[in-house]
Each structure stands twice: as structure tokens, then as C-alpha cells.
């Protein structure tokens, strides 16, 4: 009785969201590509505004040689990125932490310095304020190893200039919802990057005019 309550109870925090359900698979097969050849040993990466928790714990079935750490500035994601971790019995996935990047990384979670071979955060710049988008940067400049990766995904203005349409429309409704958010620009963020010890070595064109951007800790 009692097992089959919490059964009950996981389904029902177990948020999903529609956009993730698409987008993982793309997401799993640019991360082998770009871990492939650090895959003999074992990797930590940190993921920032984990969300629901979807990915995650696709990324830990596809890539059992990293242990990820997921983070979410919300309570219900963090409940919910719980139960997934619960109901797929993941052993590589580490309960998930109360992290705002917008915060000096001393404060994120008790990460330690040079820590991390991988930060990814999906989805996140887009709905962050620039101050956000400086904290994260920052932050990752410092708990990445030399060498590490930050690999953000998502839509993106290229020179000020927000192409097709779809992203524009995109930007528009983001700006609607807070008026600090919005696509950031690749430019600005290639200059965050080298400010904090980091260079943009790749642009990768995923589907529907997302992209991820890797940036190498220098
Ligand atoms: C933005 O413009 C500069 C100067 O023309 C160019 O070097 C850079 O590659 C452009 N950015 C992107 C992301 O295409």
C-alpha cells in the first residue's frame, strides 16, 4: 500500500515539459560527440537551471562516464528532477542543488573551485537578465578545470541581429514575459567569455535555429 502511494506520488511531481521531450535526443548526441574523446575517464559536470529534470537523466543513461549534478533555482524543479532521479534508479545522477548563477560562485552550492569538466545550461540565457547571463560566466570561470567546457543551448542574436522570424517571435514573447530577459548575443557573450578565462571555440547549429555555444576554460 504504502510503496504504491509514493509510486503515486512521484508521477505526480514529476513535471514534463513538452520542449524537452523534443530536444533531447539532438541534445544527447552533440554531448557524446563533444565528450567523445574524454570518455575513458570519469567526467563531473554541473548543470545549471536543470528544470524538470528530463534531460538529465537522459544524459546520464546516454554518458554513464560523467556524473551530473543538477541544479535548479526552483523548489518544483528540484522535486521534480528528484522523482526522476528515484523512478530510473540513476546512480551517476547526484540529488540536485539549489543554485541562482546570477550569484558569486561561492555561493553555488558548494562547488569547489576547478571542479567541473562540463558546465551545460539549456534553455537558461534566454530567460536570464545580462546580470544573470555575467554571473554564469563568472561562476563557470572558476569552478571549470583548466580545460573544462561550458556549453550553452539555445537562440541566440548574432551581430544584433535576430534572424528568421520564428526567433524573433521567440524574443519578443521572452521580452513580453520580463522585459531583462530576452536572446542574448553571441557576440556579447564570446566577450563574457574571454573577461573570465574562457574562449568560444564552436558554434553548433542544432534544430530550428537553436544553437550551442563551447567555450573552453583557458
Ligand atoms: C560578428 O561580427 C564580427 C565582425 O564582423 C565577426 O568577426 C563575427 O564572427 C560575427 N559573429 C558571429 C557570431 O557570426
Known sequence: ?????????????????????????????????????QSHRQLFALELGSGTGQHVIRFAQKMPFVTWQPSDIKEESRDSIKAYIAATHAKTILQPVHLDASEPWEKWAGVPRSSCDVVIAINLLQYSSFKTAQGLFSGAGQILKLNGLLITYGAYAINGTITP??????????????????????????????????????????????????????
Not at 3 to 24: C, D, G, T
Request: hydrophobic share 45%.
Open 1 to 37: 500500500m504504502l510503496s504504491l502511494f509514493l509510486v503515486l506520488v512521484e508521477r505526480v511531481i514529476m513535471l514534463l515539459s513538452p520542449q524537452a521531450e523534443k530536444n533531447w535526443e539532438g541534445l544527447c548526441s552533440m554531448l557524446e560527440d563533444v565528450l567523445e574523446d
Open 165 to 218: 522570424s520564428c526567433n524573433e517571435q521567440l524574443d519578443e514573447e521572452i521580452r513580453k514575459m520580463n522585459p531583462e530577459w530576452g536572446l542574448p548575443d553571441i557576440d556579447v557573450l564570446r566577450q563574457l567569455a574571454y573577461g573570465n578565462g574562457m574562449r568560444m571555440e564552436r558554434i553548433i547549429e542544432m534544430e530550428e535555429y537553436y544553437k550551442c555555444l563551447i567555450f573552453r576554460k583557458i
